[in-house]
């Protein structure tokens, strides 16, 4: 059973650019969540997807976006880029069911976007 | 708020030692708790979760952690310490009522020959 897979792993930008990143879910996975994590902010949730629709949002500004497909695969978005956006995104799916995301998260191994 | 407290940014135990890495939540309703491992340039793994079907949880490489509703913690153990434990340790946290789960902050774990 394929993994999380996340494209591209590594990329570098400009501030001001605006970036797309990809994440394909687990099979049969419905639910797939976002992250940024910095060595100084930690792991900060940024936005969870469940059957094409969000779920739930972090407080991130209105620059981080975010979409899910039909077929799960999922993606994110960040417009006129920062210094601070530099981190590494990760994507995550799981079985969850249509209240509640209780189970365990698989996660990929992240895009890490530095911003220059 | 939901959230998780991780005492201790880094920890250093020698090979063979005593694993503890603290975890503390907040919440007045019962958490769903997990423990996940990142090693470096990877993603995060699961190393063991609580859903409230005993307060003792096993998980995988010989981690346990022990829910402790009156002190609301969540602390990981591991009885001897192997060099391959050096990674980043992430207590997480989500709610029945929620739909996202939040991490804390890290533990760095060093493991000294």
């Known amino acids: 059973k394929a993994g999380v897979t996340q494209t591209p792993r590594y990329l570098i930008k400009t501030r001001g650019q605006q970036v797309t990143l990809s994440c394909s879910p687990i099979?049969?996975?419905?639910?797939v969540s976002w992250y940024q994590q910095t060595p100084g902010q930690g792991l900060q949730f940024l936005f969870e997807?469940?059957?094409?629709?969000?779920?739930n949002k972090g407080n991130f500004p209105g620059r981080f976006s975010g979409r899910q497909f039909s077929n799960s695969r999922s993606e994110m978005n960040v417009s006129t880029l920062e210094l601070g956006d530099s981190a590494l995104y990760l994507c995550?799916?799981?079985?969850?069911?249509?209240?509640?995301?209780?189970?365990?998260?698989?996660f990929g191994e992240g895009s890490r976007l530095t911003v220059l | 708020a939901q959230s998780v407290t991780q005492l201790g940014s880094h920890v250093s135990v020698s090979e063979g030692a005593l694993v503890l890495l603290r975890c503390n939540y907040s919440?007045?309703?019962?958490?769903?708790l997990f423990w996940y491992v990142q090693y470096p340039n990877q993603g995060l793994q699961l190393l063991l979760k609580y859903t409230s079907a005993a307060t003792l949880v096993k998980g995988i490489n010989g981690f346990e952690a022990e829910f402790k509703k009156s002190e609301t913690s969540f602390h990981l153990t591991k009885p001897s310490a192997h060099m391959s434990d050096a990674a980043e340790y992430f207590c997480a946290v989500s709610y029945s009522s929620a739909s996202k789960i939040i991490f804390g902050s890290g533990t760095r774990l060093s493991i000294r020959p």
């Open positions: 099979s049969g996975h419905r639910s």
């Open positions: 997807y469940f059957s094409e629709t969000q779920r």
């Open positions: 919440s007045s309703v019962p958490p769903y």
């Open positions: 995550a799916s799981s079985l969850a069911t249509d209240r509640v995301n209780t189970g365990e998260l698989f």
